[in-house]
């Protein structure tokens, strides 16, 4: 339920409004938007006489929030979540760009990556150390030392980190190195992972799972807002269709259902999103277009050799030619990089 608060109440009256819910059994989730109080009330909470609860002092309100989703909704949050990490300000007018190799291959390469990436203009630097391969035989990442390597060359370039994290395990160790989270789509439905990256002091990027449909997809994010962590970006990467030509279908309709239905910061990536180097930059223009928040974008200097999603790369000279096409973009749109 949402628990509107009439303005202007105490913060002590706020406090104890939420602790006789949290007597209920519920969880408490706080929002303020244009100067009022609105708390979430979630859980199971069956016994609640909420007609009773409207007639507290304090209350303006108490309405049912429509949909499943309800701390990732707009109905709880109609502002967009802005989520600050290094330079960038994600799900604002600036556009979140962050690029990088797929894996961290080697010191050389996350250098030469991360130096092309920054000059072009991202502001945050990609690549996995711990890598989700279809083969057990594929190279599976550096682990540890990846994440090192990933950390001084972005360092050395001003940039932010994100990097992927496959089990509960891992969580810590990553957020000691990364400054974003991110949930392969492979995990997006790993509850256990999710619950632990709910208590991360990091924010999370949540790839939207192979086949999932947009409401698990954000049903993923609130079990991960449910734990008390609310950065939480959505990366569309495409889903599973019966067309084969691409890696994957990248499905644009989800960029304007999601920011309709929530207040969280959306981004694609058209690298896995098409599986296919020369159809990258249309798609990414595409997701900009369509009003994503930013995009993800794979980029090695050597594709040819890269250890892991090559045929999907961009080369630097590409990524810079795409970048300056996305400022045009964005400036049409009211917004920049
Ligand atoms: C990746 O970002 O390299 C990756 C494995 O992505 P996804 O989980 O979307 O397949
Ligand atoms: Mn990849």
Redesign the pocket.
Known sequence: MLVLLKRGVSETAVSDIATRLRMFGLSVHRTDHGGQVRLGAVGEGGGVDWDQVRGWGGIESVEKIPVPFKLVSRAFQPHETVISVGRCAIGSRQLAIMAGP?SVEGEEQAFIIAAAVARAGATVM?G?AY??RTSPYSFQGLGEEGLKLLRRAADANGLAVVS?VMDTQQVSLVARYADIL?V???NMQNYSLLREVGHAEKPVLL?RGLAATIEEWLMSAEHILSQGNTQVIL?E?GIRTFETYTRNTLDLNAIPVVKELSHLPVIV?PS?GTGIRNKVAAMARASIAAGADGL?I?VHHDPDHAL??GAQSLYPEQFDQLMGQVRTIAEVLGRTV
Do not use: L, M, N, T
């Open positions: 797929c990609r996995g890598k989700p992927e991110q392969g789509a492979r790839k990366c990467r990536d896995h993800i794979e892991s999603d």
